[in-house]
């Protein structure tokens, strides 16, 4: 049996509501496709730095994880951002700001 997957819109509002309750600052800079967009997700560490994840999958395992797309001065992962962006129209992107670099990504619900 396939396993059910939560449309992106919905994903992404249980996300964010995620982070508004651990307190950490989020917005969505971009919509995507509501049914089936994938999901970019920037930490801005308020140094002038920020990380770009994206989900992964595991083909040896077939698990999926967030991996790190780039990471470095803020106006570099902003630019790498925009060129995923320009190749995939159904792409949204979250944005956060988190000085200790918290996406919540790694807790239960987010990682598998």
């Known amino acids: 049996m396939a396993e059910a997957r939560l ?8 996300y964010l509501k995620r982070l508004e309750l651990a307190h950490i600052p989020a917005y969505v800079t971009r919509r995507g496709n509501a049914h089936a967009g994938a999901v970019l ?3 801005a560490l308020l140094d002038g730095t920020a990380r770009a994840y994206q989900r992964s999958f595991d083909l040896m395992t077939g698990a999926r994880q967030w991996m790190v797309l780039t990471e470095g001065p803020e106006p570099e992962v902003d630019a790498s951002i925009r060129k ?7 792409l949204w992107v979250i944005e956060l700001e988190s000085r200790e670099g918290r996406t919540l990504l790694e807790e239960e619900g987010f990682k598998d």
């Open 7 to 14: 449309v992106t819109d919905l994903w992404v509002r249980a």
């Open 41 to 43: 997700v920037k930490c």
């Open 84 to 90: 995923q962006a320009s190749f995939d129209p159904d």
